[in-house]
């Protein structure tokens, strides 16, 4: 009587359970779904799924029909009749033996033959790019064209991409749920994974996830793909390859005349000009920020206790110049083309303002969040080595509170720096 109450009084939140459930299926986008494959591998994976799921819902209704039969034909029906006793069928545990091993057989011929394909050498024109996994960020490093990126690649659409695979510290994995498989980056290891993007779809951005645990942010150790036409890719390489400034150097001054009866003064060596961007480079293609689909812009808040005056308006030359100041963000980071900005700790910052999103894809790359970051990233993000900047921040690292630092307008100087580095 007391089970009966409580299967009643439970049936209401099991309704909801399936109701919830059934609404869930109905939704019409799927970012980060595996059902979808736009790839080769993609697409072997696929297959292999459901080839074993085929096969195992037919072994589950074979075995669950046998038992639902044996229960109800063998079932007790007295207390008086004693059931016969049976000792051993040959043919049945014959044939019971048999039928696992054709199934079994059905299922590894199309695992076996997914895995010698999933683990072949990419084909020798393969777009080389190489991934190392750090705590908790991706970089990315195209050896083919000598630039270096993070949380963040372009890739053509019907090219084989060959990923290689390392980890700077700990296990990562990478994974692109509509375009690859999962494959691990292991310190002292490397691992490859390649596909080819679909020729026939669409420009637009795929969500990318470390999914091997590898610390307090693993969670938040995401990156972007982005698909584009070859012709796209093309100019996005060489826009890449542009040095990270974000105007021409001032022209060198002229020098002074000598003064009357002064013996004139012998030619200075020519001073090397620092690089700058072609025009060709600085009008290179960059995704529009109006295509990026809503699922790969992080809508996570920024923390209320980091206060910013987000009216202040940055000089981005004077960011420039904290940006290379003594113990700032050179320290850590390189902009390609400052030789006083080659840091290798944290990640590349040349072309950042371009990029979707900041923190590892985890806020979205604009004024008011970039601001809070370069304030104190440690409060908005567990475990970063990035160290708190801010005048006065408190460290949940250090425990203490920063006694000395950037001050609002500095902040909003290097963010108008960074935000110029297209």
Known sequence: MIGSHRLRRLAPLGVAAVLALALAACAQSY??????PHSDLGRSIDFLWNRLMFFGTIVFVLVEGALIYVVIRYRRRS??????????????????????????AFIAVPTVRTIFQTQAPAPANSLVIDVYGHQWWWEFRYPQYNFTTANEIYIPKGRTVD????????????????????????????NHIWFTPDSNMATTVWNGFCTE???????????????????????WVTRQQAPGFFSPPPAPAA??????????????????AAPTATPAQLAAYILPRAEVPDYAIPHTPFPDAIKFDDKLQGDPAAGEKLFVGAGTCNACHTVAGNPLAVGMIGPNLTH????IAIAAGMYVNDKPHLSRWIKNARLMKSGVLMPTLGKGQYDPQTKATTPSGLSDQQVADLVAYLQALK
């Open 31 to 36: 970012p980060n779904s595996t059902f979808t």
């Open 79 to 104: 207390e008086d009749v004693t059931p016969p006793q049976t000792h051993g069928h040959v043919l049945l545990e014959i044939t019971w033996t048999l039928i696992p091993a054709a199934i079994l």
């Open 163 to 190: 990923l290689v695979l390392h980890s700077k510290d700990v296990i990562h994995s990478f994974w692109v749920p509509q375009l690859a498989g999962k494959r691990d980056a292991i310190p002292n290891h490397t």
């Open 213 to 235: 645990y590898c610390g307090d942010s693993h969670g938040e150790m995401h990156f972007r793909v982005v698909t584009v036409n070859p012709d796209q890719f093309a100019s």
């Open 255 to 272: 020098p002074a005349a000598p003064a009357a009866g002064a013996a004139p003064a012998a030619p200075a060596a020519p001073t090397p």
């Open 352 to 355: 950042v303002g371009s990029r």
